[in-house]
């Protein structure tokens, strides 16, 4: 475990995490970004993330979760942030206190219909939806800028050729 002289807080590296977890260091890096802004490691030495004892809870946490096969990776996700939000953003509360989703994992039984599981269903769903939307509105907003700046150029030809012979009068007048 590296130590970072900031905290004096003991960091896991990559290999570290993806061991004691039962996971490749391939699905961790995957799963960081997935689980952003819920995990948050630090850059070690600039380069490489290090994860703290929460970051690695959270990982645990995810990673029995999906092994749940509850849903897509976003719906777990969802689910995690609802049950961290219940425990005061304590990962380490959360096994505690629901111990329905995580208990069963090591007898590997599949737990369905939970309430708590289809309302981060429904939350998920409605995220996507409204992101999807945000999509389409920022391609329509792309099209109308594209379409402005079209415009604007026109106008400072015209303005330029405006201007030239403005000029042409002022020195014919001259």
Not at 23 to 49: D, F, M, Q, T
Not at 80 to 99: G, I, Y
Not at 105 to 123: M, N, P, Y
Not at 151 to 173: G, M, P, W
């Amino acid at each position: 475990m590296p130590d970072t002289p900031q905290t004096g807080q003991a960091f896991y590296r990559i290999g570290e995490v993806a061991s004691r977890l039962g996971i490749k260091e391939s699905c961790v890096r995957y799963y960081r970004k997935v689980l952003y802004p819920i995990l948050k490691p630090i850059k070690h030495n600039g380069k490489h993330y290090a994860y703290s004892r929460e970051d690695l809870q959270i990982l645990r946490l995810f990673v029995a979760l999906v092994r749940k096969d509850i849903g897509n990776l976003f719906e777990v996700k969802a689910l995690l942030q609802k049950l961290l939000r219940e425990c005061d953003n304590d990962p380490f509360k959360v096994e505690a206190r629901h111990p329905e989703f995580f208990f069963m994992d090591t007898l590997g039984v599949r737990e369905e219909g939970s309430a708590i599981v289809e309302e981060a269903r429904r939350e998920a769903l409605e995220l996507k939806r409204a992101l999807d939307e945000n999509i389409r509105r920022v391609g329509k907003l792309q099209i109308k800028v594209a379409a402005l700046k079209q415009e604007v150029k026109r106008l400072r030809q015209r303005i330029k050729s405006a201007n030239s012979v403005a000029q042409e009068i002022l020195e014919s007048v001259r």
